[in-house]
């Protein structure tokens, strides 16, 4: 059996490369994935959690599912807005979103 601290090193590993990602990625897809990367760090706690401290519980599980749906409508939405800002400004580069205002 896998320790427990091996998989909150991995979610950590993935949280902060996210939150890296998300501050320094200037393209708008990379931020994108930046913040899966976050998210999924949190549903492999949620996992983690439920196996180690509760294993006849089944919430961390249905958490980590929600999670995941969520995940998914918030990825279709956010690839759905960046193909029209790229449709329209033809970049997606974060900086140039500030044109859209004008």
Do not use: C, W
């Not at 601290?5 to 993935?14: C, F, K, T, V």
């Not at 998210?39 to 180690?52: A, G, P």
């Not at 690839?79 to 205002?101: L, P």
Request: charged content about 15%; glycine content about 4%; cysteine-free.
């Amino acid at each position: 059996m896998i320790p427990m601290e091996h998989y909150l090193i991995l979610s950590s590993i993935m949280f902060f490369t996210g939150i890296y990602g998300f501050i320094t990625r200037k393209n708008m897809l990379a931020v994108l994935i930046s913040i899966e990367l976050i998210l999924n760090s949190v549903e492999i706690n949620f996992s983690v959690f439920n196996r180690y401290l509760y294993p006849e519980g089944m919430e961390g599980m249905i958490f980590s599912l929600f999670g995941i749906a969520i995940s998914a409508a918030e990825t279709a939405v956010a690839i759905a807005i960046i193909i029209n800002i790229y449709r329209n400004m033809q970049d997606i580069s974060v900086r140039q979103i500030n044109k859209m205002k004008h």
